[in-house]
């Protein structure tokens, strides 16, 4: 596809269940970001790979949350024995080349979201 | 203290008018600055990257200022589609993590 594409658009799901959220990134893109966005707030970081390998993880809010991109393309956001609290929109983000590491980043693209609700 | 501080606003202004926020950042170190634009209920997109010797888009003007930690966007002569929220983004330090603020959010009056 054209762009960055999150699946599956809604997801409900009742407390204590298990989910997974996909990002399809741009095709070529190195980089994916994962942020999570309350209403009013801005997004925040959760997680980012560069390729396969998984650069910074620090905003993930517990182990709870894992993510993965096992061959540097399509990744997936897991939160296990969900709770309300993590109710919110979901957004993945690529980007075309990596920050090299010293923090020279490049343009965000990013999908129109999974907007999770937990029962 | 955030990493990255905006005012949320409301920032109510009339068509026409000129507009700017500003943004500071924590982390010294901090290389890649930009400001997005999200519509409501809609994913951010990039507005202008911001470098260190100011850049210009049209009406639009970001600029840096690294030893105040502070980046601004001026938005001349507000049109009714320059309704939105701003997000400023920061990276932390010298690293590729890129980190939202809470965002400032335009109304443009007619």
Same mark, same amino acid.
């Given at each position: 596809?054209?762009?960055?594409?999150?699946?599956?658009?809604?997801?409900?799901?009742?407390?204590?269940?298990?989910?997974?959220?996909?990002?399809?990134?741009?095709?070529?893109?190195?980089?994916?970001?994962?942020?999570?966005?309350? $209403?009013?707030?801005?997004?925040?970081?959760?997680?980012?790979?560069?390729?396969?390998?998984?650069?910074?993880?620090?905003? $993930?809010?517990?182990?709870? #949350?894992?993510?993965?991109?096992?061959?540097?393309?399509?990744?997936?956001?897991?939160?296990?024995?969900?709770?309300?609290?993590?109710?919110?929109?979901?957004?993945?983000?690529?980007? $075309?080349?990596?920050?090299?590491?010293?923090?020279?980043?490049?343009? $965000? #693209?990013?999908?129109?979201?999974?907007?999770?609700?937990?029962? | +203290?955030?990493?990255?501080?905006?005012?949320?606003?409301?920032?109510?202004?009339?068509?026409?008018?000129?507009?700017?926020?500003?943004?500071?950042?924590?982390?010294?170190?901090?290389?890649?600055?930009?400001?997005? +634009?999200?519509?409501? +209920?809609?994913?951010?997109?990039?507005?202008?990257?911001?470098?260190?010797?100011?850049?210009?888009?049209?009406?639009?003007?970001?600029?840096?200022? +690294?030893?105040?930690?502070?980046?601004?966007?001026?938005?001349?002569?507000?049109?009714?589609?320059?309704?939105?929220?701003?997000?400023?983004?920061?990276?932390?330090?010298?690293?590729?993590?890129?980190?939202?603020?809470?965002?400032?959010?335009?109304?443009?009056?007619?």
């Amino acid at each position: 596809g054209a762009g960055v594409s999150q699946s599956p658009r809604y997801k409900v799901t009742k407390r204590g269940q298990d989910v997974a959220l996909r990002c399809d990134p741009i095709s070529g893109h190195v980089s994916l970001y994962w942020y999570r966005q309350a $209403l009013g707030q801005g997004p925040e970081f959760l997680t980012y790979f560069n390729y396969e390998a998984q650069q910074d993880k620090s905003g $993930l809010p517990n182990d709870r #949350f894992s993510a993965e991109r096992p061959e540097g393309s399509i990744s997936t956001l897991t939160i296990q024995r969900t709770e309300q609290r993590d109710s919110a929109m979901y957004r993945c983000a690529s980007s $075309l080349v990596p920050d090299r590491g010293r923090g020279t980043n490049e343009k $965000l #693209f990013f999908g129109s979201g999974t907007q999770l609700s937990v029962l | +203290r955030k990493e990255v501080e905006q005012d949320p606003g409301p920032f109510n202004v009339p068509e026409g008018a000129t507009v700017a926020f500003n943004c500071t950042y924590s982390n010294s170190a901090s290389q890649s600055f930009f400001w997005y +634009r999200q519509d409501c +209920r809609k994913e951010p997109k990039l507005l202008m990257s911001v470098y260190s010797s100011g850049n210009e888009d049209g009406r639009f003007t970001a600029q840096l200022n +690294r030893a105040s930690q502070y980046i601004s966007l001026l938005i001349r002569d507000s049109k009714l589609s320059d309704s939105a929220t701003y997000l400023c983004v920061v990276n932390k330090g010298n690293t590729g993590k890129l980190i939202f603020g809470q965002g400032t959010t335009l109304q443009v009056k007619p």
